[in-house]
Every structure is written in C-alpha cells, then in structure tokens.
C-alpha cells in the first residue's frame, strides 16, 4: 500500500487494493514535513484520531482527489471513515470499486428486541406507570386539569389550611376571657392619678408647680403669700413670721 501526493496538482494517488484511511494520514503527515510541501496548504484534514470512542474521519479538502494507479483493482476503504470537504466523491468520478464505509451510530434502543427505539407514547407511558413514581391523572380522562379544576382544588387547599388556622388561634383564648386593651385615655388618668409624695397626685404636683412658676402671686413681702392658676385659683397659701420664714402652707391642686 503506498501513497503518492501531489500538492500542486492537489491529487493522491493510491497504489491499488485496500485503502487503509489510517495509513494515508500517517503518510499525509509526513509528506506535509517534508521540505516545503506546506506551501500547499492542507490537502487532509482530520477529527477523531485522539479520541478511541470516535472513529477516524478524514476529510479531502475542496479540489482535492484520490487516483486509484490500477482502476481494474477493487478498493475496499478501511481503518477509519473517508469524505470530501465539498460532500463529493473522494475518487473524482473514477471507475473504481471503492467500497466506503460509515460507522454505525445508535441512536435508540428496545428492550423489546427491537431496530428502533422507544415511541413518544411508549416514553410517556412508562413513565406514567412508573411505581414509584405513579401518577394520577389531574384531569378528565387523563388530560391536563382545566382551570375550573385547578380552582376548586385551590379552594379545597385553602378550606383546609384556613380551617387550621382558625383552630389554632381560637383554642388560646376563650371569646368570654378577651379583655380590651385600655385606651389612651385611661391610660393617661392612670398614670395622672398616680401619687407622688404622700396622697398629692402627679396632677395635682404639675398644677401647683405651674401655679408657683407661672402664675400670678398676691401678698408677697407680707405675711401672707399666694400663687395662682390660670384662672385665678390660688394652688398655694404660704404663711412667713416676722423673720420672714415659712411656717405654714396649703397646697391645692384639685
């Protein structure tokens, strides 16, 4: 088997009997070495000869052909898988008996012996019979469930879990037992009627204190001294001796 190329005529002449596919590469690779036969270009290209699951494909690129030197001598292609760049014949026309070869790729499979694989319907009802995986059918006669059906069954849902909530939250307090929460209001007199010191409360405390702040005074420089509310009310009477201490008071801060 040998393997004569011509890179200005962009031929590859074939002595005759197997063509091994394998073998013209390797004597490609080292034609395209040698001396200048790179100024060519590429007459072959190949894929899949670094990969072992992938059969060897070489490729004629486009005006490139194969000579058989003896046409009367059958040409089996082995050792890997021939094509044109151009999707032509590899063999420019000639008459030859170059039997080529294609690999066999599945595609499919049958566990029923068969050439073919599985249907779509075949698919879908293994899958639907699948046991632990089993599904029921969400609508009428197996088909997709309409929108009416995806509803009621979102009511149902929602039947169930309100009714849950509703059990939970009514069970921590009986409806008799529920007291309000104190307004703002009451609240305020709470806290209002609180006493500061002794029995005067936090009221009658911010009355006096504004009275004595704020408020008009009567009788200072005299025995007897008043402080008023805003409305003339007097919160406190205090009495001074002759030394001018303070020897009585009276608070009112009602």
Known sequence: MAFTFNGAAKTITHSGGTLSV????????DWLATGDNSKYGELLTTV???????PLYVFLETGVTIVISNNSIPSPVVDGVLKTRSGGDPFGGAVVN?????PGIAIGYSTTGGTS??????????????SP???TSGGTGGSAPTAAENAAAVRTELSTELGRIDATVSSRMAAASYVAPET???IAAAVGARNVEGDISLDELLRVALAVLAGRS???????EQY??????????ATFDEDGNRTSVVLNGA
């Open 22 to 29: 394998a073998e013209m590469w390797s004597r490609y690779v």
């Open 48 to 54: 899949g000869r670094d990969q072992d699951d992938i």
């Open 98 to 102: 170059a039997r080529l070869k294609e």
């Open 117 to 130: 694989g599985p249907s779509a319907g075949e698919i879908a009802a293994a899958v639907w019979g699948y």
């Open 133 to 135: 995986r089993t599904l």
């Open 184 to 186: 703002a209001a009451n």
């Open 218 to 224: 009567t009788g200072i420089g005299t025995s007897t």
């Open 228 to 237: 008023l509310s805003q409305t003339g009310t007097p919160r406190v009477t």
